[in-house]
T-cell receptor, first 113, second 113 residues
Framework: DGGITQSPKYLFRKEGQNVTLSCEQNLNHDAMYWYRQDPGQGLRLIYYSQIVNDFQKGDIAEGYSVSREKKESFPLTVTSAQKNPTAFYLC????????????FGPGTRLTVT | SQKIEQNSEALNIQEGKTATLTCNYTNYSPAYLQWYRQDPGRGPVFLLLIRENEKEKRKERLKVTFDTTLKQSLFHITASQPADSATYLCALESWEYGNKLVFGAGTILRVKS
């Protein structure tokens, strides 16, 4: 099956710990994205990547880091520097054209206490 | 400032009626708009794309309009069914935003039988 997967579905961490969210796609898409979704707000872009070994900051990159060592994988690390990490995190992939739709993963709900 | 606004209140309609959802934007010049459906706890799924030079786009029971003068897109679901109940997100691509997608917060649609 072609698609985009995220794991785990739910993640619980203590404040002060770094945590890494996984995102894998087998759609052969060049572009990958990480969004954060909070209640009552639109999806906000954290980081995106259009090619292996290259990525750009989105609107809310502070406290997050990413890597793109393989085309299929785009993990997101939520560091202890992120002030409000509890949120629903969505990974997406798509083509390089600005007209291309984005394919979203099922999301990871992170709770930090 | 730049804004995308969707009805924050849920839209409740009776089965069989037409649901109309609104997406208004300010201080953007989008080349196109996309509409996505999101079910609770899941990632958004792409529905339709409409370009700035298209007035209307249809797909089965779905219809999208795009009025660049009013800076508004309308999303219609005809003969609505309870299975259409979900949150609907609009997203626009704008050169002012580096050709990345900007998402609205979404409108919850509830179709009652």
């Amino acid at each position: 099956d072609g698609g985009i997967t995220q794991s785990p579905k739910y993640l619980f961490r203590k404040e002060g710990q770094n945590v890494t969210l996984s995102c894998e796609q087998n759609l052969n898409h060049d572009a990958m994205y990480w969004y954060r979704q909070d209640p009552g707000q639109g999806l906000r872009l954290i980081y995106y990547s259009q090619i292996v070994n290259d990525f750009q900051k989105g609107d809310i990159a502070e406290g997050y880091s990413v890597s793109r060592e393989k085309k299929e994988s785009f993990p997101l690390t939520v560091t202890s520097a992120q002030k409000n990490p509890t949120a629903f995190y969505l990974c997406a992939s798509g083509g390089l054209s600005s007209l291309d739709e984005q394919y979203f993963g099922p999301g990871t709900r992170l709770t930090v206490t | 400032s730049q804004k995308i606004e969707q009805n924050s209140e849920a839209l409740n309609i009776q089965e069989g009626k037409t649901a109309t959802l609104t997406c208004n934007y300010t201080n953007y010049s989008p080349a196109y708009l996309q509409w996505y459906r999101q079910d609770p706890g899941r990632g958004p799924v792409f529905l339709l794309l409409i370009r700035e030079n298209e007035k209307e786009k249809r797909k089965e029971r779905l219809k999208v309009t795009f009025d660049t003068t009013l800076k508004q897109s309308l999303f219609h679901i005809t003969a609505s069914q309870p299975a259409d109940s979900a949150t609907y997100l609009c997203a626009l691509e704008s050169w002012e935003y580096g050709n990345k997608l900007v998402f609205g917060a979404g409108t919850i649609l509830r179709v009652k039988s």
